[in-house]
């Protein structure tokens, strides 16, 4: 089975603050993407990767930056968090055309 | 990308077929329609994808009318661990946009 993974499920941070959240996957995906989730706004992309070292913008990547060093794993990063970042951050992982597969979530507080 | 249209929420009584409809009436040619569930506090779950044919596989049966406008998930005997939010998506590849899905509530 596809396992995605993600450092935490809740995290508490504070305004200005760097936050990483980390994801990893075990079945060598080539494609990885983070979302956000928002009551009422559903599921939005916020950046994706399809190989090391490559990312692209997804619909709301204005704050967040990304990093793909390794293949298994993508980092989502929250250059100076604020509060209008508090969310519930997902990350998936696929390979070529087939479905994604979904971390279980990290739920971010920012004060 | 095809806007889908779901109804917000539906009861299933335990043991029964659920049968989650989705509108798709701007699909095109080849874009795939896929269904994903969220269960509370959990990230979404691959359920099932199809792109003309009707589908089956071990979670689920997913029905596409013959001109693509529609669809339907069938969860053949309903369980109260299928309580969830039922996404119907349309996509050619890549990123998915989730929309606001169906409330399916599973009940006793």
């Known amino acids: 089975d596809v396992k995605v993974t993600q450092s935490s499920r809740y995290l508490v941070k504070r305004t200005g603050e760097k936050v990483f959240l980390e994801c990893v996957q075990d079945?060598?995906?080539?494609?990885m993407f983070w979302y956000r989730q928002d009551p009422g706004l559903g599921l939005r992309l916020i950046y994706f990767?399809?190989?090391?070292?490559?990312?692209e913008k997804g619909d709301i990547p204005e704050g967040y930056s990304v990093s793909r060093e390794k293949k298994e794993r993508f980092s989502l990063i929250l250059e100076s968090a604020s509060t209008n970042q508090t969310s519930m951050y997902l990350c998936a992982s696929k390979r070529g055309y087939n479905e994604q597969f979904f971390g279980p979530g990290t739920r971010l507080t920012v004060l | 990308d095809a806007k889908t249209t779901q109804p917000p929420s539906m009861d299933c009584a335990e043991g029964r077929a659920a049968n989650l409809p989705c509108n798709h009436s701007t699909i095109s040619g080849n874009e795939y329609v896929y269904w994903y569930r969220q269960i509370h506090s959990q990230g979404p779950q691959y359920i099932i994808h199809g792109l003309k044919n009707n589908e089956t596989n071990e979670m689920a049966s997913l029905i596409i009318t013959e001109d693509r406008k529609s669809s339907t998930l069938i969860l053949p005997h309903a369980t109260l661990r299928d309580t969830a939010v039922y996404y119907c998506i349309v996509r050619v590849t890549g990123k998915l946009i989730f929309g606001q899905g169906t409330t399916l509530q599973v009940k006793p």
């Open positions: 079945m060598d995906h080539e494609n």
């Open positions: 990767s399809y190989d090391v070292k490559m990312k």
